[in-house]
C-alpha cells in the first residue's frame, strides 16, 4: 500500500508542478556554515572512500558500486560549493519576463551565468550517486543472502 502511495504522490506532483530550485538560497553567515558543511562532507567521503578502496571489501561487486557512489557524491558536492559561490555573484536580473511573454528569458552575459545554471543541473550527478549506493547495498544484501558452503570463503 505504502508504495501504491508513493506512486500516487508522484503523479500528483508530476501534474501539479510548481518552482524547483536546485540551489537552496541562504543568507551570508548560514552560507559560510553551508559551504564548510560541503568541505566537511568532500573530506570524509575522501577518507571513506580510500579506506574502503583498501580493504578486502572492494573486491566485492556492492562495495565498489558504494565507492563510485561516494566519488559521485563528493563531485555533487564541490560542485554546489562552486554554485553557491556564483549564486553571489549572478544578478538578479539573468532572468526576465520580457512584456507580453508567458516564459522568462535568460540572459547570459559572462561565463559564471553560464557556469551557475550548469550547475543548477546538479541532481544530473546526485541521482546516480544515491543510486549507486542503492545498488551497491542490494548487491551486498544478495551476496548475503546467498547460502555459503563449506570451504568457501566470505569476505
Not at 506512486?7 to 564548510?36: E, K, T, V
Not at 564541490?78 to 555573484?89: E, I, K, P, R, Y
Request: charged share 10%.
Amino acid at each position: 500500500m505504502p508504495f501504491f502511495f508513493t506512486i500516487f504522490l508522484l503523479l500528483l506532483g508530476c501534474l501539479l508542478p510548481d518552482n524547483a530550485l536546485a540551489f537552496q538560497s541562504h543568507a551570508y553567515s548560514g552560507l559560510y556554515i553551508h559551504q564548510l558543511a560541503h568541505f566537511f562532507m568532500i573530506v570524509s567521503l575522501f577518507f571513506f572512500a580510500v579506506k574502503a578502496r583498501q580493504t578486502r571489501f572492494a573486491s566485492l561487486k556492492g562495495w565498489r558500486h558504494i565507492i563510485a557512489g561516494t566519488w559521485l557524491l563528493m563531485l555533487w558536492s564541490a560542485a554546489t560549493m562552486v554554485g553557491h559561490f556564483l549564486d553571489l555573484q549572478i544578478s538578479a536580473d539573468t532572468l526576465f519576463l520580457p512584456p507580453g511573454a508567458n516564459i522568462p528569458l535568460l540572459r547570459l552575459t559572462g561565463w559564471q551565468e553560464a557556469l551557475y545554471y550548469l550547475l543548477k543541473l546538479d541532481h544530473l550527478i546526485a541521482v546516480p550517486a544515491v543510486f549507486l549506493f542503492y545498488r551497491g547495498l542490494k548487491l551486498l544484501r544478495e551476496e548475503q543472502a546467498t547460502p555459503s558452503y563449506p570451504g568457501q570463503d566470505r569476505p
